[in-house]
């Protein structure tokens, strides 16, 4: 079977059954693991499958369709820990000012952050706040705004115009998704615009992504990739998406 052959047939593979694992997909074929992510891959360029941790689902199953914060806090959740554990030694020192934006990783750094470290802490998520609240060096400021349902997190004019006239030394920022081309996105705009807003308040952009988001596109860019500072991942990165994000001259830290 010719390599455009096999990509076909494993597009429809994956079309029929909704998630086909890398794994079965090499039985399958009977080809390498790295042969199929190569095929994968192409896929993917041509828009027919998306890329997941360990395999690939059909095109239409990721993009704009968003999870609720439940739903994601329960995904991944070791290499989530490893991240947030990573992310603690780039602290600021005492007397500095961060932000944290919403999502499930980012309030696992807020549950990790050493509770002797006298920090600010700017932060539009109802979660994050819960948990910075009972730590007694941190000066804690919820950001206003409307909370989504979805992430439990404050967006709109009011959160954006509060970022505005802040000036933090470091963010933590999350992401649904990450590519070299399309930079960080997010399904939603309103999200968007308040991540967009903590990119541009902040000296330094941290980025807490899963590899399972890496090399993926979401609906609304709010940030180029060349915005972000360092980004913390896990080691599943794919190596060719590690080299393509530091030949970009992004710092990337292994957890």
């Known amino acids: 079977?010719?390599?455009?052959?096999?990509?076909?047939?494993?597009?429809?593979?994956?079309?029929?059954?909704?998630?086909?694992?890398v794994t079965a997909l090499a039985e399958e074929y009977d080809v390498t693991t790295e042969t199929?992510?190569?095929?994968?891959?192409?896929?993917?360029?041509?828009?027919?499958v998306r890329r997941v941790h360990g395999g690939a689902v059909p095109a239409d199953a990721l993009g704009t369709t968003e999870a609720a914060l439940g739903d994601r806090d329960r995904l991944n959740t070791d290499l989530k820990d490893l991240?947030?554990?990573?992310?603690?030694?780039?602290?600021?020192?005492?007397?500095?000012?961060?932000?944290?934006?919403?999502g499930s990783t980012t309030s696992r750094l807020a549950g990790a952050l050493p509770q002797d470290r006298r920090l600010v802490v700017f932060t539009h998520a109802v979660p994050v706040a819960s948990r910075l609240a009972t730590l007694p060096l941190v000066e804690l400021h919820l950001l206003p705004g409307r909370v989504r349902t979805a992430t439990h997190a404050a967006v709109g004019p009011d959160t954006v115009a509060a970022l505005g006239m802040l000036r933090a030394d470091i963010a933590f920022l999350g992401s649904n998704a990450l590519s070299v081309g399309h930079g960080l996105s997010t399904p939603d705009a309103d999200e968007a615009a308040t991540k967009r807003a903590i990119v541009g308040a902040a000296q330094q952009v941290v980025a807490l992504v899963d590899s399972t988001k890496i090399g993926h596109d979401s609906a609304i860019r709010f940030a180029a990739l060349s915005e972000v500072d360092i980004v913390v991942t896990d080691a599943a990165i794919e190596p060719s998406d590690r080299r393509a994000i530091e030949r970009a001259g992004i710092e990337v830290l292994l957890a």
């Open 36 to 48: 199929v992510r190569r095929d994968l891959s192409q896929l993917e360029r041509l828009g027919l």
């Open 1 to 21: 079977m010719y390599a455009e052959e096999r990509q076909q047939a494993m597009s429809r593979l994956i079309t029929e059954h909704r998630r086909v694992s």
């Open 83 to 102: 991240i947030a554990k990573a992310a603690v030694a780039l602290l600021p020192a005492d007397g500095s000012t961060i932000i944290l934006d919403a």
